[in-house]
């Protein structure tokens, strides 16, 4: 696989948010560069991982993250964990990504990253991916399912979280 998965464990065990608690800006991590989330996040394990790929100015990205909260709550008792990366503006952390946050009640771990340059790390996280967004990667271990577009219903990413415990 063209990316070293192991680069998101540790980013999803980076934060852990609770609902009660309002969003800053310090709370969500900004990664300049693709590189510089590959060199912090070597850590490896059994659980399954669903990274989304999202920014407050993609509508259909904004519309599937309750779904993907409700597939938070369904899958707390389960060795799944979520992050959301955000590909947002740094400089939008404050005006538009933290007021998204806490009117959204969000709950999952979220990053930014701000590197511009897509075209040169798109192809790491699947080379399938056109770049569009929104994109969600569901990952355990060596296994890895792929997904470019939105989600209509918590019902579909459990499916895939399903599905990825049955692939050999």
């Known amino acids: 696989m ?3 998965f192991r680069i998101f464990t540790i980013l999803l065990f980076s934060q852990t948010w609770a609902y009660s608690q309002a969003w800053k ?3 969500v991590t900004v990664y300049d560069t693709f590189e510089d989330i590959e060199k912090n996040f070597a ?3 059994d659980s399954i991982h669903v990274i989304n790929f999202w920014a407050t100015w993609c509508k259909p990205c904004v519309a599937e993250l309750p779904f993907f909260e ?3 709550d ?3 008792k389960r060795a799944v964990k979520f992050t959301y990366i ?3 503006f740094a400089k939008h952390i404050e005006t538009r990504v933290i ?4 009117n959204m009640k969000i709950s999952a771990n979220v990053v930014l990253l701000a590197d511009g340059k897509y075209n040169n790390w ?3 996280v699947d080379p399938s991916w056109s770049g569009a967004i929104p994109a969600t990667v569901i990952i355990q271990g060596n296994k890895k399912i792929f997904f470019e577009g939105s989600f209509h219903s918590n019902e579909e990413i459990i499916e895939l979280i399903k599905k990825i415990k049955t692939q050999s």
């Not at 007021?99 to 806490?102: C, G, M, R």
């Open 86 to 88: 955000s590909l947002d």
């Open 99 to 102: 007021p998204l946050l806490n």
């Open 70 to 72: 409700e597939a938070v």
């Open 43 to 45: 850590l490896s394990d």
């Open 2 to 4: 063209a990316i070293s």
């Open 25 to 27: 800006a310090t709370d």
């Open 122 to 124: 798109i192809d790491k």
């Open 74 to 76: 369904l899958t707390s």
